[in-house]
């Protein structure tokens, strides 16, 4: 589930990258926040998940904090995180664990968990930011602030104790992320994301076999080997090259041999194949992800996105339908999905093929009750709604969605963009 976002801000940096081309050097900046929000975001995951297997996962994760965490369940797995704290209350683990599990709450309101790649859109970096509450952010700085605390000290009392760096890592992972997502203080982001780093790599520097560590450094070898020389040579980026291909060797090998990241590893992977247009590898990885967590309905909507993607069009809606037949049966995880949130995704998918009534019936289903889906879904469906209303020759309903998806959250990169098509048709491109 975590990389998901990992797929919206992989896609956002081939955008960004464009731009920087386009825009010259105040670009550069931007480039590296963009990064950052890939980096910051994949660094979250080594908080430690305890889900075992070689690369299909054959046993059930064994954390039930976790367990409840990639199930989407954000209160259960809360709750169980809390238990474990006070039973351990001097583990660094214990902290990063609840405040990974407060943070991705957040992100789950907004609907920040999700991609949309079959859409071409991006709307991760561009939406409207994450707002816990002010007792939240209070929590969550405590339990980071404990969690580095922790972990210095045991490096201080042995500096070859590969666990401490490995969640001292995990600690500037978590508040990486949240200083971007949710403090917008993009620099101190980016340090903390390099300090993750370089904490794992020192953890497998003590200890060569230990796998799990190494996700952090594929992830990053990944990313930069995919920035170019102007980029790289950065500042920001110490002086690390990156290597595309070595990046998903390294992730392979997390996968197949890892234990507390095999899972993450497997959903980073995925992610990377759609991106490197390998959507027929993604597949059988995303399977596997539904396998190890039924309740999870975002793996299934994933699956559907990437038989889209994959071009095969009529897998993807018969995934569509068994996630409908699910929500029906009232199945666990699936009872509260919205009816207009896999409306949304079906319609997005339609949208792409051509079909255009059709998807303009699904859009049309999700405006009629916006307040059942998450405000990025909300504005990108009317945005689409009026799209599509361009492509049928029909502008004054076109202009008429554009005013609503700007009037729902006009700061939104969907807001700002449906604003333009308000005095220009859309397009489709050929």
Request: glycine share 8%; hydrophobic share 40%.
């Amino acid at each position: 589930m975590k990389r998901w976002l990992a797929g919206e801000a992989l896609t956002s940096l081939a955008v960004a990258s464009l731009r920087a081309r386009l825009d010259g050097p105040r670009a550069c900046i931007r480039m590296t926040l963009h990064f950052l929000l890939v980096v910051s975001l994949l660094l979250a995951t080594q908080a430690g998940t305890l889900c075992y297997g070689q690369g299909i996962l054959t046993e059930a994760i064994v954390n039930p904090g976790f367990e409840h965490f990639y199930n989407l369940e954000f209160p259960q797995s809360i709750a169980e995180f809390r238990k474990q704290l006070a039973a351990s209350p001097t583990s660094a683990d214990a902290h990063n664990h609840l405040a990974q599990s407060i943070l991705y709450r957040e992100l789950y309101k907004v609907g920040a968990l999700e991609t949309e790649l079959v859409t071409g859109n991006n709307p991760f970096v561009r939406r409207a930011g994450v707002n816990p509450s002010v007792e939240d952010q209070r929590e969550f700085d405590e339990l980071i602030a404990k969690s580095l605390q922790l972990s210095q000290a045991k490096i201080d009392a042995n500096p070859r104790d590969k666990d401490a760096y490995y969640s001292l890592g995990a600690a500037h992972g978590l508040r990486s992320s949240y200083l971007f997502l949710v403090r917008k203080s993009w620099v101190d982001a980016l340090k903390d994301a390099t300090a993750a780093r370089k904490a794992h790599a020192k953890a497998t520097e003590l200890d060569p076999t230990f796998i799990d560590a190494k996700m952090t450094q594929g992830v990053y070898a990944y990313l930069v080997g995919n920035l170019n020389f102007m980029y790289r040579m950065l500042g920001f980026l110490g002086g690390f090259r990156g290597d595309r291909e070595g990046g998903i060797r390294i992730l392979q090998q997390v996968y197949n041999e890892g234990h507390r990241n095999s899972l993450d590893a497997g959903i980073m992977l995925a992610a990377i194949y759609r991106r490197e247009k390998r959507s027929s590898d993604a597949i059988p990885l995303v399977q596997t992800m539904i396998a190890a967590c039924p309740r999870n309905p975002i793996f299934r909507m994933e699956l559907a996105q990437m038989y889209g993607d994959a071009g095969n069009k009529e897998s993807a809606l018969g995934v569509f339908e068994e996630i409908e037949t699910l929500r029906k049966k009232n199945f666990a995880g699936f009872a509260n999905l919205a009816e207009e949130k896999i409306a949304y995704s079906r319609g997005n998918l339609l949208f792409w093929y051509g079909d255009f009534d059709a998807a303009l019936a699904d859009m049309k289903r999700v405006v009629a009750h916006v307040d059942r889906v998450d405000l990025n879904t909300g504005v990108l469906a009317w945005m689409r709604l009026g799209q599509l209303h361009d492509l049928k020759g029909q502008r004054k309903e076109a202009q008429a969605a554009y005013k609503e998806a700007v009037a729902l959250s006009p700061q939104s990169g969907a807001g700002k963009e449906a604003k333009g098509y308000l005095s220009r048709p859309y397009k489709r491109k050929s």
